[in-house]
């Protein structure tokens, strides 16, 4: 119903704003912002929501030549022979795996080195190490992994010193299958450490320093200040990156293990995405049965981003949505 206004003791009714007056009212007010968010919103448009149409090909016996359009459905039968595969319990196996260690030991990493930074005093030397920890992100993925190659080989450096110190034997570490998942999951730490603690320090430079001063009034070392002021203060922040870093449990990128796995080390090093790469580029170019997979994949990480975010709400009451 449209408001009334009293006007010289008569009642007059306002004209009722359509829709579109509306939102050309908004768009001359804040045309400048909606311009700026126009490449964003295409990018996403076009390189994410477009390609997914593309899933109906997980449900097809897809065709290069009929294409989406004139391939038949065939219902559940690429799902049905991926879990029917010999392969499926030995991919889902190593993708869990190294997922799992990289949370386990990748994730707290940027915090404790935020935490340790936080409590140096001495400007110089903390930019120092932030400089050098986060130098190793901007250098490319294929020279990491050639690094590694050297490195790691029968008479690479890290190896020669390894077997000086009698951990190991003088031999190519990387044809090792048992040393696959430590040696990806130690490089990814070593690479990407630096880069995240940049989340965390800017979540530690928030923190209200009468907290702190707070909790020396009452006795609190160091180290309880940790706990019960720092902490607390940031636990959104690390529970937030949490739930993010559980949604991409079976998102293992191909690229890192491609460049370093080799036959003799597939019974650990084979994952989801490098099986996708190599059947759907490499072999039997069978797009609908890769794709088939990609979902899977796709949609147990959005079931654990689900139960991630509802555990977290009812535990922490802190959550993405």
Known sequence: MA??????GEEVKKPKVSLGTKMKKEWNRNKYVYALAIPLIAYYAIFHYGPMYG???AFQDYSIV?????????????????????YFWRLIRNTLALSIQNILWGFPAPLILAL?????????????VQT?????HFISLVVVCGMLNQFLARDGFITSLLSSLG?????????????????YVASGIWQEIGWGTIIYLAALSGVDEQLYEAAAIDGANRFKRLIHVTLPSIAPTIIMLFILRVGQVMSVG?????????????????????????YGLGGSFDYGYTTAIGLFSSLINFILVILANQFSKKVSETSLW
């Open 3 to 8: 408001k009334v206004a009293l006007v010289q």
């Open 55 to 57: 899933i109906v090909m």
């Open 66 to 86: 009929d294409g989406i359009s004139g391939s038949p459905f065939i219902g559940l039968d690429n799902f049905i022979k991926f879990f029917e595969s010999h």
């Open 116 to 128: 340790l930074l936080n409590e140096v005093k001495h400007k110089k030397f903390k930019k120092a």
């Open 132 to 136: 050098i920890t986060y130098l190793p």
């Open 167 to 183: 951990l190991v034997e003088q031999t190519n570490l990387l044809a090792i299958k048992e040393y696959f998942r430590t040696i």
């Open 254 to 278: 191909f690229e890192k293990v491609i460049l370093l796995y080799n036959p003799q080390t597939y019974e650990t090093a084979d994952v989801l995405s490098t099986y996708i790469y190599r």
